[in-house]
């Protein structure tokens, strides 16, 4: 985590580490020009490196938890959205195309699509685009390999971050955190426009300018925000029979099985081990 020294982002990580005594070094830029002599550190930045900081590869994740429930017996439904639910008694009814399903319970977990499936309490959320950016280092490739170059985050201005991964083969990915225009996610375009292209070599051209070569690849994916960027983690204010979970705001993968656990207890009546209110519905205004 790279930040000028007052920037919130090494601020917040090091108090974290210490909080939670995790493994950390502390770089000023001199020890960061040694350790990782790929980012320009002409701005006098500091630094937060975590010996223990990895990579979620997020497809085997999410395939991993797909078929542990499948074993446990969970039906799994593919392309075949959910149209609207409606609650009576003792549970709730779901309307898919197809089919409708009736259960105890029902968790509202749509990413960017949650405000379709809760439009009577128009929820704060924009949805935002994200674009990734996969680049052939221009020299010096064997520096971002993953035992030499670290997974980075370096706010480089007060609101202005930008994050990239060492080069798994696919060359170095990198991409701005935030900064995306606000999309209708059911128009969202994977065109990636010049402009686009132009403002992320800027930011490699000051910062990283090994890795401004070719541009091999790019993404386009969605950020899900509220305004305070915390996630929504809460019963439905009207019928407790439904959980509304959105681990949104850009920073939510990391943590699907605790999130997992938390709905799994809510939904069986438990209360949470953990304090919630940070996630509240009733933060935001009906
Ligand atoms: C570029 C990018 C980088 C990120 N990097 C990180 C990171 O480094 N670390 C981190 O922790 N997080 C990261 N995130 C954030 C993380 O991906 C999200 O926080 C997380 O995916 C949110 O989970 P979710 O379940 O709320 O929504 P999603 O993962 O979007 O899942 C919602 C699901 O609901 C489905 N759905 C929508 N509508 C319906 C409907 N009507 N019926 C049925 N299904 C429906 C969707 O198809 C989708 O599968 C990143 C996100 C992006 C875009």
């Known amino acids: 985590m790279i930040s000028p020294p007052d920037g919130a982002l090494v601020s917040g990580a090091s108090r974290s580490a210490e909080q939670h005594s995790l493994a950390h070094e502390i770089l000023n830029s001199t020890n960061l020009a040694q350790k990782f002599p790929m980012f320009k550190v002409e701005d006098d930045p500091m630094a937060v490196w975590e010996p223990r900081a990895g990579i979620l590869f997020p497809e085997r994740a999410i395939q991993t938890h797909l078929e542990l429930a499948a074993k446990l017996g969970v039906l799994l439904q593919f392309n075949n959205p959910v149209r609207k639910w409606e609650p009576f008694s003792k549970g709730v009814r779901v309307f898919t195309d ?81 900064q995306g225009g606000r999309i209708d996610p059911d128009a969202s375009s994977q065109e990636v426009a010049p402009h686009e292209i132009d403002e992320i070599r800027n930011v490699l051209s000051e910062y990283l300018p090994d890795a401004n070569g070719d541009l091999l690849s790019t993404a386009v994916c969605k950020y899900t925000n509220t305004p305070d960027e915390h996630f929504i983690l809460d019963y439905h204010p009207e019928f407790p029979q439904i959980v509304v979970a959105s681990p949104c705001s850009g920073h939510g993968f990391k943590f699907s099985p605790v999130i997992g656990e938390i709905i799994a207890e809510m939904v069986h009546g438990k209360r949470p081990q953990f304090d919630l209110d940070l996630f509240k519905l009733s933060r935001f205004s009906p």
């Open 98 to 178: 197809a089919n409708s399903y009736t259960a105890n319970h029902l968790v509202l977990s749509p990413g960017a699509w949650m405000n379709s499936l809760l439009p009577a309490r128009r929820l704060p959320l924009t949805v935002e685009r994200q674009v990734l950016y996969w680049f052939k280092p221009v020299s010096h490739m064997e520096s971002f390999a993953p035992d030499r170059f670290p997974i980075f985050i370096r706010q480089y201005a007060s609101d202005r971050f930008f994050y990239g991964f060492p080069d798994l083969g696919d060359g170095v990915k990198v991409a701005f955190h935030h």
